[in-house]
């Protein structure tokens, strides 16, 4: 693994610089983008510093793209933060680019890039970028925007501080970045905040969660109660954790079919690592909330049937 003062190095080099994150962003991921891409241009105004990647969806409030013209790339240093493995990057154009780095608190199962910093005790990436930017002394700027940012991501993986990733060193980070002009009470209503049809999303989870004698749950949401709710495939992260809130249930799997009627596959526990099986269906993420793929409804039962297994063998 690099150190901060190699990336740091490499970032003062660069005259043009791309910052990637992963497809379907969370806080953590654009928050990470955000607050590197401010920071860097904020202390080095004279370069060209740009963030790539699909549509963010509702989560515009934290941070929208920039247009990036393909003929920038082979001139270009990419960094891309939040991202455990190369077909997860959102724009594969990232491969174009002159030098890459990767910076990651997710196991470093594809070690990509021409640098790499990965720390798996990291609540969240925000958290890494913070200590990037406290390491780089005047070499890197946290200014109220990057502060912001960095704040929202570590507020976004840690779940309000809830999760058991969040460390003393994270409440410190978070405690010097609240000390900048903006209000972190604002963020945290916006991550608990729904619309009517998420809330009534919510409803549908709990009256047609499937919950094993083991304590592993399986919920399928498919494209007609999207459409019924007025919702897509995007906003249903906003029943991600819902499960969790019952007594009964340990570990979950939330399956939201896509228009191309295959399935994106949320993945969460309180005890069994589940990382290991979510890279079987094409995924990967932490130990205990991951994301993977299926086909078919066929396959969210296997999956389903894999987790019954690794929450008995936890119980």
């Not at 013209?69 to 680019?97: K, M």
């Not at 009534?200 to 004698?213: K, M, P, S, T, V």
Request: a negative charge; one cysteine or more.
């Amino acid at each position: 693994m690099n150190t901060f003062g190699e990336i740091i190095e490499q970032i003062q080099k660069a005259s043009q610089i791309i910052i990637h994150r992963h497809q379907n962003p969370d806080p953590d991921a654009l928050g990470s983008q955000l607050g590197l891409a401010r920071s860097i241009q904020t202390t080095y105004p004279e370069k060209t510093v740009l963030m790539a990647g699909e549509g963010v969806g509702d989560l515009d409030w934290i941070a929208t793209m920039d247009q990036v013209a393909d003929e920038l790339y082979p001139q270009a240093l990419v960094i891309v933060v939040d991202t455990a493995n190369r077909p997860r990057i959102s724009d594969q154009r990232y491969q174009n680019g002159q030098k890459i780095i990767k910076i990651d608190h997710h196991p470093n199962t594809d070690p990509y890039g021409d640098w790499r910093y990965v720390n798996t005790e990291a609540s969240s990436c925000a958290e890494i970028i913070a200590d990037l930017i406290n390491a780089a002394g005047n070499n890197l700027q946290l200014t109220d925007e990057v502060a912001q940012a960095l704040y929202t991501g570590i507020v976004g993986d840690t779940g309000r501080f809830l999760y058991p990733s969040t460390s003393s060193h994270t409440l410190h980070l978070a405690a010097q970045l609240v000390s900048y002009n903006f209000q972190p009470h604002l963020i945290n209503q916006q991550m608990g905040q729904l619309t009517l049809s998420q809330a009534r999303l919510q409803g549908y989870a709990f009256e047609n969660l499937q919950i094993d004698a083991s304590g592993a749950a399986k919920l399928v949401v498919s494209q007609a109660v999207l459409t019924k709710l007025g919702l897509d495939a995007s906003q249903a992260h906003a029943i991600v954790g819902t499960p969790g809130r019952l007594q009964e249930v340990h570990s979950w799997l939330i399956g939201v079919q896509k228009p191309n009627q295959t399935y994106r596959v949320h993945l969460r526990s309180q005890g069994p690592v589940i990382n290991e099986l979510a890279a079987q269906h094409d995924g990967g993420g932490h130990p205990l909330a991951s994301g993977a793929n299926a086909q078919d409804e066929a396959e969210l039962e296997e999956i389903f049937q894999a987790l019954i297994q690794l929450q008995k063998q936890e119980n």
